[in-house]
């Protein structure tokens, strides 16, 4: 037995797996034994804690990095947990990512000349900065950056330590992800919720007061919208007025609006529907934009965190949707559609094709609807429906289907709900996918059922971190 659950042990890290895994390895004899780091990269070492322990092969968290890679170099950003690879040059990460997407992609999908099927990766135009939305945890534990010390009693206002779900770092300059006037005023907003005398929330004790602040900007308009969830204890004590007057004078004009959630749930999420809100000032909204078209994102909006990369993943995405012609007659189905930001940039190439949005979330539809109207968008229809169900409930649509467009969640689409896709009987499938190993293990399904895989591509919507996207294309034979 080589290592053991639990075990922390250093390891040099000697390769990338998918999904921002190093690989780690132990030798005994002529046997090597493989030790999977979450976030870590080639060249550096690392403590790791044993997670999960199997024959040939062990899991592990990132404890620390005891040593640099030769490849990363330092710079001014704070290193958070979200963004393990901040040090690592560009052209590095993504080299990385396309040699472990490609191998994952070919070994799940059963698809052995992969790389013949690969048509190009799509890097972000901007590697800093490009978050739209950013959430911040509160918490009287503070694991201090410098000494490494674990400091109790504190008012502490980052991200969560690395393996702990208990401790915060506090982010004490830019991190190199999100707005950098925002994050470097940060510790002055800390200072002035720390004088109003109300604690840090406590998560062990599921006790304190401040929880959580979350901010959405918009690059459209450059404005942020800024949300503060707090518990009800001694809510008497906290001046909101103060509160919000102190926000508008560091960014001014730049503020959309300012809302305050009461959450008393101990679950520890920002979740604006586990309390009651309270609009402070301004909208409860910001305004974005993507390849021309406008989009009202509220902070509980599902939309694309990286807007600059995600019109990059569109426009591949639709290009492979148009590459061969949709008759005059045809329909495309834009499955999964959310709040119908595929649908309507899509409407905006084709004025002749038939677009159809569904999706099983009521309330997703609605914003689709809104959206569309604020766009001029006369050319899409939206459902809330189920996919098994939607011809059924649609029957005009029947044999009309053209091309579908999949943009599921990242665990990807369930077996019975990818069969009822098949069952459409569409010529082809354009696949957007958050997690390639799950659109993999899908291929092989469609594959198996008559489709063959035409053309992937990856796309970096998260530099500095080790998510990788894809579109592929797929066709009936």
Not at 204 to 221: A, L, M, Y
């Amino acid at each position: 037995m080589l290592v053991h659950r639990n075990q922390i042990i250093d390891l040099e890290i000697t390769g990338y797996a998918f999904g921002g895994r190093g690989i780690a390895r132990i030798t005994d004899g002529d046997d090597q034994y493989i030790v999977f780091v979450d976030n870590t990269f080639p060249g550096q070492l690392v403590r790791a804690r044993i997670d999960k322990k199997r024959k040939r092969f062990a899991e592990a968290k990132l404890v620390d990095i005891l040593k640099r890679s030769p490849l990363e170099k330092i710079s001014d950003y704070q290193e958070i947990s979200g963004a393990p690879y901040i040090f690592v040059p560009i052209c590095e990460q993504e080299k990385a990512k396309k040699e472990s997407a490609l191998e994952v992609f070919g070994r799940i999908s059963g698809i052995r000349d992969i790389n013949d099927k690969f048509d190009e990766f799509i890097s972000s135009p901007e590697q800093f900065n490009y978050r739209n939305k950013m959430e911040y945890s509160f918490s009287c534990i503070e694991h201090d950056v410098l000494t490494g010390e674990e400091i109790d009693d504190a008012f502490a206002v980052g991200f969560k330590r690395r393996g702990t779900w208990w401790k915060v770092e506090n982010l004490n300059k830019p991190s190199g992800l999100f707005d950098e006037d925002w994050e470097s005023n940060l510790i002055k907003i800390r200072d002035f919720l720390k004088l109003s005398g109300l604690p840090a929330w406590h998560p062990p004790r599921k006790e304190g007061f401040f929880r959580h602040i979350v901010v959405r900007k918009s690059f459209h308009q450059n404005k942020l919208l800024v949300h503060l969830v707090t518990s009800s204890e001694n809510l008497k004590k906290f001046d909101k007025k103060a509160f919000t007057n102190f926000i508008f004078s560091l960014f001014g004009e730049r503020i959309a609006g300012i809302q305050h959630t009461i959450n008393d749930n101990v679950a520890d999420r920002a979740k604006i529907e586990n309390g009651k809100t309270e609009l402070l000032y301004g909208e409860p909204f910001v305004i974005e934009e993507l390849l021309g078209l406008k989009f009202e994102i509220s902070m509980e909006s599902f939309f694309q965190t990286n807007p600059k990369s995600a019109e990059r993943l569109y426009s591949k995405a639709l290009d492979y949707v148009f590459e061969e012609g949709i008759p005059d007659s045809g329909v495309v189905l834009d499955l999964f559609c959310g709040t119908g930001t595929i649908g309507q940039i899509l409407s905006t190439r084709s004025k002749s094709v038939k677009i159809v949005g569904v999706d099983i979330v009521p309330e997703a539809i609605e914003d689709a609807k809104r959206n569309a109207q604020r766009n001029n968008i006369r050319g899409v229809d939206f459902f809330a429906a189920d996919v098994g169900k939607f011809l059924k409930e649609h029957p005009e649509y029947l044999g009309k289907i053209d091309t579908i467009i999949l943009d599921p969640p990242r665990a990807g689409i369930a077996p019975k709900t990818l069969l009822k896709t098949i069952e459409l009987n569409a010529k082809n499938i354009v696949y957007i996918s958050c997690n390639p190993s799950t659109q993999a293990r899908d291929t092989s399904i469609l594959i198996d059922h008559g489709y063959v895989l035409d053309k992937l591509s990856l796309v970096d919507q998260f530099p500095n971190t080790g998510h990788i996207e894809s579109v592929a294309k797929f066709r009936k034979l």
